[in-house]
């Protein structure tokens, strides 16, 4: 069965201090899909990246990194100089591609604050 | 481009009645997911529909149901609330099902009282 785990509840960092926030997962499917979702006290989610589980490759957004390691299945997600717009819940998701009728897995997410 | 709206924002009932959630996709869409944030809880998947069909169910009771219309909006229906139904429910859609993003709307924050 399909499983994200995102261990760290909540993180507090001090403007500017780099912050990476974990993500391991669980999976049958040698297909799938990784995504990570930031949700802002507003509480609508902004989709951040989807990964396919053939793309090891890392990525990196501006101050966004995505750290993507099959070995570990960890989706490690970082962000560089941190401000306090970055406070809010991100979470972490898998969808398996083996149905095609596979909803997203949501982690329980990881709650950062960012402070001045 | 108009994102996922939902509406109400805000609906507060009393347990035991029924709450009706609407959600519009994104224009273009065909999928249309609901998800329940309960307190503690995450999200939880709940249902998927696809060009009016339902393609997929969450683990919840049958009291939880919906529909899509030819336009794709969608509803989702609630019976027989009960205390633990107080949630922000989540509206997003996708173009092919769960290869692409999932756009999220803001949100319909249920409590039942």
């Known amino acids: 069965a399909q499983k994200v785990t995102q261990a760290q509840t909540e993180i507090s960092v001090v403007e500017k201090e780099d912050v990476t926030l974990d993500c391991v997962y669980e999976t049958r499917d040698t297909t799938y899909y990784l995504f990570w979702y930031k949700q802002p006290p507003s509480g609508e989610l902004v989709f951040l990246i989807r990964r396919n589980s053939f793309d090891e490759q890392n990525e990196i957004s501006g101050r966004y990194s995505w750290n993507f390691q099959k070995s570990t299945s960890s989706f490690n997600f970082t962000i560089t100089a941190s401000q306090v717009v970055d406070s809010a819940v991100y979470f972490c998701a898998l969808s398996e591609v083996r149905s095609g009728n596979t909803p997203l897995v949501f982690g329980k997410g990881t709650r950062l604050s960012v402070i001045a | 481009e108009a994102g996922v709206t939902q509406s109400p924002t805000h609906l507060i009932k009393t347990r035991g009645q029924q709450a009706t959630l609407r959600c519009s996709p994104i224009?273009?869409?065909?999928?249309v997911y609901w998800y329940q944030q309960a307190l503690g809880l995450g999200l939880q998947f709940l249902l998927w529909y696809d060009e009016g069909e339902e393609r997929n169910r969450g683990n919840f009771p049958p009291r939880f149901s919906g529909r899509q219309f030819p336009n794709y909006s969608s509803e989702l229906n609630v019976n027989a609330l009960e205390l633990e139904d107080s949630a922000l429910y989540l509206c997003?859609?996708?173009?092919?099902?769960?290869?692409?993003?999932?756009?999220f709307g803001p949100g319909t924050r249920l409590t039942v009282t």
């Open positions: 997003a859609s996708s173009l092919r099902g769960e290869r692409d993003e999932q756009y």
């Open positions: 224009s273009g869409h065909t999928s």
